[in-house]
């Protein structure tokens, strides 16, 4: 059955008793009504494992910890793996947000922040709780094979989560562009899914071989990364016979639309 904002339970972690309180009511605003509101990094694992949690929405500076320590807790166990994590924060650090970007984050909302912001933020969410198969003309999603390239097993664990709810099962990772290339040489792939910043051979580098090896020339490489689409790097990378660039946190609805256009052209 499928996942209504209505129907979330929402853990909130704040704790600013005004801050808690604004933000309850943004969601009460959305139609959720089932919030649950602690304080701490302690407090909000104890709920995790007790309680059946939804979305988990936090701060990122508690008085013991951080909200990474809530993402990354929810990451490594299987269990709660699945279960959403929107960031609240005034940071403005890249190297801080991008922590949160790496560890699979399903969206980052500026505080003070519109209601707007915590839509797309709860429609992000969403859409990581509800499966729904992609439809595709030329291709049976149930056999598109996918090489994931990611040197954080947390991001890589995250971007398969996105791929297995839309159908695709046959996911083959590697943590940097040289591991890759072995993969490359020995199995065929239908798309490459790739990190732009990795040790030994960063994602450019591994587009670059992709692109220009006759034996892997026609295969569609999304990039996916954390750095501004804008970016000197960016432009670059482009030019390298990337098809697709994709912000981290790697979302649904942008995948979905980057598959089709991809895989049914």
Not at 50 to 61: A, C, F, G, L, W
């Amino acid at each position: 059955m499928e996942l209504l904002i209505s129907d979330l339970q929402i853990l909130l972690v704040e704790p600013s008793d005004t801050q808690a309180k604004i933000i309850s009511g943004l969601l009460s605003q959305e139609d959720v009504n089932g919030v649950d509101i602690v304080k701490n990094v302690t407090q909000a694992k104890e709920a995790i494992d007790q309680h059946n949690i939804d979305v988990v929405v936090s701060s990122m500076y508690l008085a013991d910890g951080s909200g990474l320590d809530i993402l990354t807790y929810l990451k490594e166990n299987d269990s709660t793996a699945s279960i959403p994590f929107m960031l609240v924060s005034s940071e403005t650090s890249l190297a801080k947000l991008d922590k949160f970007k790496q560890s699979g984050v399903a969206a980052i909302l500026p505080k003070p922040f519109e209601p707007i912001h915590l839509t797309r933020g709860l429609s992000a969410s969403l859409q990581l709780l509800n499966t729904e198969e992609l439809d595709l003309s030329l291709f049976d999603i149930n056999q598109v094979r996918v090489l994931l390239v990611d040197d954080s097993r947390l991001a890589r664990n995250h971007i398969k989560r996105v791929l297995e709810n839309m159908g695709i099962s046959i996911i083959t990772e590697a943590e940097n562009g040289a591991h890759a290339l072995t993969y490359l040489k020995e199995q065929e792939f239908d798309l490459v899914v790739t990190d732009y910043n990795m040790p030994e051979m960063d994602g450019r580098e591994l587009s670059e071989y992709i692109r220009f090896n006759p034996s892997t020339t026609h295969i569609p490489i999304i990039m996916v990364t954390s750095e501004s689409s804008e970016s000197a790097h960016m432009s670059n990378i482009q030019q390298t016979g990337v098809n697709a660039l994709c912000d981290k946190p790697f979302e649904s609805d942008e995948v979905k639309k980057i598959l089709a256009r991809l895989l049914d052209s």
